[in-house]
Protein backbone atom coordinates (compact mmCIF):
# COMPACT_ATOMS: atom_id res chain seq x y z
CA UNK A 1 0.00 0.00 0.00
CA UNK A 2 2.92 2.09 1.05
CA UNK A 3 4.42 1.85 -2.46
CA UNK A 4 1.54 2.01 -4.25
CA UNK A 5 1.43 5.41 -2.70
CA UNK A 6 5.20 6.07 -2.92
CA UNK A 7 4.76 4.90 -6.53
CA UNK A 8 1.84 7.72 -7.30
CA UNK A 9 4.04 10.48 -5.91
CA UNK A 10 7.15 9.45 -7.96
CA UNK A 11 4.91 9.44 -10.82
CA UNK A 12 3.66 13.19 -10.60
CA UNK A 13 6.96 14.47 -9.97
CA UNK A 14 8.02 12.27 -13.36
CA UNK A 15 5.39 13.81 -14.74
CA UNK A 16 6.26 17.33 -13.90
CA UNK A 17 9.50 16.79 -15.16
CA UNK A 18 11.57 17.21 -11.62
CA UNK A 19 14.07 14.70 -13.39
CA UNK A 20 17.04 16.20 -11.74
CA UNK A 21 16.00 15.59 -7.98
CA UNK A 22 17.87 13.32 -6.00
CA UNK A 23 16.21 9.73 -6.11
CA UNK A 24 17.20 6.53 -4.41
CA UNK A 25 18.47 4.20 -7.03
CA UNK A 26 15.02 2.53 -6.55
CA UNK A 27 13.14 5.41 -7.49
CA UNK A 28 15.14 5.92 -10.45
CA UNK A 29 14.03 2.24 -11.58
CA UNK A 30 10.53 3.66 -11.43
CA UNK A 31 11.08 7.33 -13.45
CA UNK A 32 13.62 6.18 -15.53
CA UNK A 33 12.16 5.91 -19.14
CA UNK A 34 15.44 4.25 -21.24
CA UNK A 35 15.54 0.40 -19.28
CA UNK A 36 18.45 -1.12 -22.04
CA UNK A 37 18.04 -4.47 -22.53
CA UNK A 38 20.76 -6.48 -20.92
CA UNK A 39 21.54 -9.37 -23.49
CA UNK A 40 24.38 -10.91 -20.53
CA UNK A 41 23.99 -11.93 -18.57
CA UNK A 42 20.67 -14.65 -18.88
CA UNK A 43 19.74 -17.61 -17.60
CA UNK A 44 22.52 -19.47 -19.11
CA UNK A 45 25.45 -17.91 -17.75
CA UNK A 46 27.56 -19.07 -15.15
CA UNK A 47 30.20 -16.67 -13.59
CA UNK A 48 33.30 -18.07 -12.12
CA UNK A 49 34.30 -16.04 -9.07
CA UNK A 50 37.44 -13.80 -9.09
CA UNK A 51 37.14 -13.98 -13.56
CA UNK A 52 35.82 -11.05 -15.65
CA UNK A 53 33.16 -11.17 -17.55
CA UNK A 54 31.27 -8.40 -20.09
CA UNK A 55 28.21 -7.05 -19.19
CA UNK A 56 26.32 -6.41 -22.25
CA UNK A 57 23.13 -4.92 -23.53
CA UNK A 58 20.96 -3.33 -26.42
CA UNK A 59 22.07 0.40 -27.18
CA UNK A 60 19.36 0.39 -30.42
CA UNK A 61 17.03 2.79 -29.00
CA UNK A 62 19.41 5.02 -27.00
CA UNK A 63 18.71 8.24 -26.52
CA UNK A 64 20.68 10.79 -27.89
CA UNK A 65 21.81 12.11 -24.40
CA UNK A 66 21.64 9.64 -21.71
CA UNK A 67 24.40 10.50 -18.81
CA UNK A 68 27.65 9.14 -18.47
CA UNK A 69 27.36 7.68 -14.67
CA UNK A 70 25.99 4.08 -14.92
CA UNK A 71 27.08 1.53 -12.92
CA UNK A 72 26.56 -1.92 -12.38
CA UNK A 73 25.02 -3.22 -8.98
CA UNK A 74 25.08 -7.01 -7.90
CA UNK A 75 21.56 -8.51 -7.40
CA UNK A 76 20.64 -11.69 -5.39
CA UNK A 77 17.12 -13.12 -5.07
CA UNK A 78 15.47 -10.21 -7.13
CA UNK A 79 16.99 -7.82 -4.56
CA UNK A 80 19.85 -5.14 -5.09
CA UNK A 81 23.05 -5.85 -3.08
CA UNK A 82 25.29 -3.34 -2.04
CA UNK A 83 28.11 -4.77 -4.43
CA UNK A 84 28.62 -2.00 -7.40
CA UNK A 85 30.67 -3.81 -9.80
CA UNK A 86 31.46 -1.56 -12.04
CA UNK A 87 31.15 2.28 -12.31
CA UNK A 88 31.58 6.07 -14.14
CA UNK A 89 31.14 3.95 -17.70
CA UNK A 90 29.35 5.78 -20.79
CA UNK A 91 25.89 3.43 -21.31
CA UNK A 92 26.24 4.23 -24.83
CA UNK A 93 29.07 1.62 -25.06
CA UNK A 94 27.01 -1.34 -24.68
CA UNK A 95 29.70 -3.20 -22.46
CA UNK A 96 31.23 -3.28 -19.53
CA UNK A 97 33.83 -5.73 -18.10
CA UNK A 98 33.33 -6.80 -14.61
CA UNK A 99 34.71 -8.92 -12.08
CA UNK A 100 32.51 -11.82 -10.25
CA UNK A 101 33.07 -11.03 -6.92
CA UNK A 102 34.86 -13.96 -4.92
CA UNK A 103 33.74 -13.31 -1.91
CA UNK A 104 29.93 -13.84 -2.15
CA UNK A 105 28.05 -17.49 -1.91
CA UNK A 106 27.77 -19.50 -5.02
CA UNK A 107 24.42 -19.42 -6.17
CA UNK A 108 21.59 -19.39 -9.01
CA UNK A 109 19.95 -16.29 -8.06
CA UNK A 110 22.36 -13.51 -8.97
CA UNK A 111 21.71 -10.41 -11.27
CA UNK A 112 22.92 -7.47 -12.33
CA UNK A 113 20.82 -4.45 -12.34
CA UNK A 114 22.16 -1.52 -15.21
CA UNK A 115 21.51 1.83 -13.61
CA UNK A 116 22.31 5.15 -15.62
CA UNK A 117 19.21 6.98 -16.89
CA UNK A 118 17.44 4.04 -16.16
CA UNK A 119 17.72 0.63 -14.12
CA UNK A 120 17.58 -2.39 -15.48
CA UNK A 121 17.78 -5.67 -13.91
CA UNK A 122 18.74 -9.16 -16.09
CA UNK A 123 17.84 -12.51 -15.80
CA UNK A 124 19.42 -14.53 -12.85
CA UNK A 125 22.17 -16.25 -13.43
CA UNK A 126 24.53 -18.62 -11.32
CA UNK A 127 28.27 -17.73 -9.78
CA UNK A 128 30.35 -20.71 -8.98
CA UNK A 129 33.71 -20.90 -7.23
CA UNK A 130 36.42 -21.90 -9.43
CA UNK A 131 36.67 -25.16 -7.95
CA UNK A 132 32.86 -25.73 -8.93
CA UNK A 133 33.95 -24.60 -12.44
CA UNK A 134 36.26 -26.53 -12.76
CA UNK A 135 34.57 -30.21 -11.51
CA UNK A 136 31.49 -28.82 -14.21
CA UNK A 137 34.08 -29.21 -16.80
CA UNK A 138 34.88 -32.55 -16.20
C1 LIG B 1 23.44 -15.15 -22.78
O1 LIG B 1 24.69 -14.79 -22.24
C2 LIG B 1 25.79 -15.45 -22.87
C3 LIG B 1 27.05 -15.06 -22.13
O2 LIG B 1 26.92 -15.35 -20.77
C4 LIG B 1 25.83 -15.06 -24.33
O3 LIG B 1 26.90 -15.73 -24.96
C5 LIG B 1 24.52 -15.39 -25.00
O4 LIG B 1 24.53 -14.89 -26.32
C6 LIG B 1 23.36 -14.77 -24.25
N1 LIG B 1 22.11 -15.27 -24.80
C7 LIG B 1 21.23 -14.47 -25.40
C8 LIG B 1 19.97 -15.13 -25.84
O5 LIG B 1 21.42 -13.28 -25.57
C1 LIG C 1 34.62 -7.37 -23.59
O1 LIG C 1 34.25 -6.82 -24.85
C2 LIG C 1 35.31 -6.11 -25.46
C3 LIG C 1 34.77 -5.47 -26.72
O2 LIG C 1 34.06 -6.39 -27.49
C4 LIG C 1 36.45 -7.08 -25.75
O3 LIG C 1 37.53 -6.37 -26.33
C5 LIG C 1 36.92 -7.72 -24.44
O4 LIG C 1 37.89 -8.69 -24.71
C6 LIG C 1 35.74 -8.37 -23.75
N1 LIG C 1 36.18 -8.86 -22.43
C7 LIG C 1 35.79 -10.03 -21.93
C8 LIG C 1 36.27 -10.32 -20.55
O5 LIG C 1 35.06 -10.79 -22.53
C1 LIG D 1 22.40 16.74 -26.00
O1 LIG D 1 23.40 17.36 -25.23
C2 LIG D 1 24.11 18.36 -25.95
C3 LIG D 1 25.24 18.85 -25.06
O2 LIG D 1 24.83 18.93 -23.73
C4 LIG D 1 23.14 19.47 -26.37
O3 LIG D 1 23.84 20.46 -27.10
C5 LIG D 1 22.04 18.88 -27.22
O4 LIG D 1 21.08 19.87 -27.52
C6 LIG D 1 21.36 17.74 -26.51
N1 LIG D 1 20.41 17.07 -27.41
C7 LIG D 1 19.20 16.68 -27.02
C8 LIG D 1 18.38 16.00 -28.07
O5 LIG D 1 18.78 16.81 -25.87
C1 LIG E 1 27.74 -5.37 2.28
O1 LIG E 1 27.63 -6.74 1.98
C2 LIG E 1 28.59 -7.55 2.59
C3 LIG E 1 28.39 -8.96 2.12
O2 LIG E 1 27.95 -8.99 0.80
C4 LIG E 1 28.49 -7.45 4.10
O3 LIG E 1 29.52 -8.19 4.69
C5 LIG E 1 28.59 -6.00 4.52
O4 LIG E 1 28.35 -5.91 5.91
C6 LIG E 1 27.59 -5.16 3.78
N1 LIG E 1 27.79 -3.76 4.12
C7 LIG E 1 26.78 -2.95 4.38
C8 LIG E 1 27.17 -1.54 4.70
O5 LIG E 1 25.62 -3.32 4.33
Not at 6 to 26: F, H, Q
Not at 99 to 105: E, L, M
Request: glycine share 6%; proline share 4%; aromatic share 8%.
Amino acid sequence: MQFTLLASALMALAASAVSASPVSNEARMILDVWAPTIISPNASTVWTEGQQYNVTWDTSNAPVNISNGASVVLGKDGKLTNTTLVSGFDLRQGWVTVTCPSDVIPEDDYSIVLFGDSGDQSEQFTITTSLEGVLSDL
